[in-house]
């Protein structure tokens, strides 16, 4: 099932979770399931499942999404990063989520490891999501890349751009920024960027999270007028701590933080009980909020956790 179809059908708001895969050795039952279980009651449409870099020894995307569609009944959304990929690496990606029957990809250029501060692509590979978002377009029309000797094996044209083959049948989802990428001071380009992404075939666009309902109507206003179309879905994190706050003002995630909400976080930040009350009590009303701007998705980053997101899931 497609994502991207149950937004057509939509009558409001719905609501997803993110995951993300356990570090090698640790369990699916600990995690992931520990997280999402929790949460069934609320009726989720989908579950995407975050894709790591090569030496983050956290793996598994596309086996991880196969056992929760079939655990929970509802579709995955496998994530795919261009860090560290070939476009060979990419299309063996590809293919074996194809395999798998995922058919939804969230199209992400990835963030720089850790020591790297700031993206560097691989020589064969892709510097912007919307070539990604190209690539599975092409795949989607049964272009594949070419390998020596496939002009005479597929008797194609020696200049051939592509050989042959049986298409996928991915619907795309992109990234986008309200408070613009914190790797682009330009909001208008970061934007223009954004439909380049919607153009290259995204169906449908999940934001990084972001504060005040406000941000995300301006956002989606200015987006529109750019002559987007696609949904915008609102990604949402519950911040219950002093110390989380403050991280999501820095790189990789550039977030404006609302300084009331810094301030009155900063005067409990010795007492966690204040401080879940103080960003759960944030959380709901920006949700309640959002759904009745209109935004047709909140999508939770769970960060493996179900405490936050139930508390909010169940006020709203």
């Known amino acids: 099932m497609h994502i991207i179809d149950l937004y057509r059908r939509a009558q409001g708001s719905l609501f997803s979770v993110e995951v993300i895969p356990p570090r090698n050795g640790e369990t699916l039952e600990d995690t992931i399931l520990a997280t999402l279980d929790p949460l069934v009651e ?31 009944g509802i579709p995955a959304l496998a994530h795919l990063t261009c860090t560290d990929a070939t476009v060979e690496d990419i299309e063996n990606r590809l293919v074996e989520l194809s395999y798998l029957e995922i058919d939804n990809v969230l199209a992400l250029r990835g963030d720089p490891p850790m020591d790297q501060g700031e993206f560097i692509p691989h020589p064969q590979g892709h510097q912007y999501a919307s070539q990604l978002v190209a690539q599975i377009a092409a795949m989607n029309r049964g272009e594949y890349l070419l390998r020596p000797g496939d002009a005479h094996r597929y008797k194609i044209h020696t200049d051939a751009a592509s050989r042959p083959g049986t298409p996928t049948t991915f619907s795309v989802a992109v990234a986008c920024y309200p408070d613009g990428h914190a790797q682009n001071p330009d909001p208008d380009d970061d934007l223009r960027r954004f439909k380049e992404k919607v153009d290259a075939g995204a169906d449908f666009a999940i934001t990084q999270m972001f504060f005040g309902a406000k941000t995300y109507t301006d ?79 909140l999508h939770f980053y769970s960060m493996n956790g179900a405490k936050n997101a139930k508390g909010v899931l169940e006020r709203i």
């Open 42 to 72: 609320f009726e989720f449409s989908f579950v995407s499942v975050t894709h790591h870099a090569r030496n983050s020894l956290k793996s598994g995307t596309g086996p991880i999404a196969r056992i929760l569609e079939e655990r929970y």
């Open 219 to 297: 956002f989606v206003c200015r987006a529109r007028e750019t002559g987007i179309a696609v949904p915008i879905i609102a990604g949402i994190k519950p911040v219950t701590t002093y110390s989380g706050l403050i991280v999501l003002e820095n790189p990789p995630f550039g977030v404006r933080v609302p300084e009331d909400l810094k301030r009155e976080m900063g005067r409990w930040k010795d007492d966690k009980d204040t401080m879940r009350k103080i960003g759960i009590d944030y959380c709901v009303q920006q949700c309640k909020e959002l759904i009745k701007a209109g935004a047709p998705g």
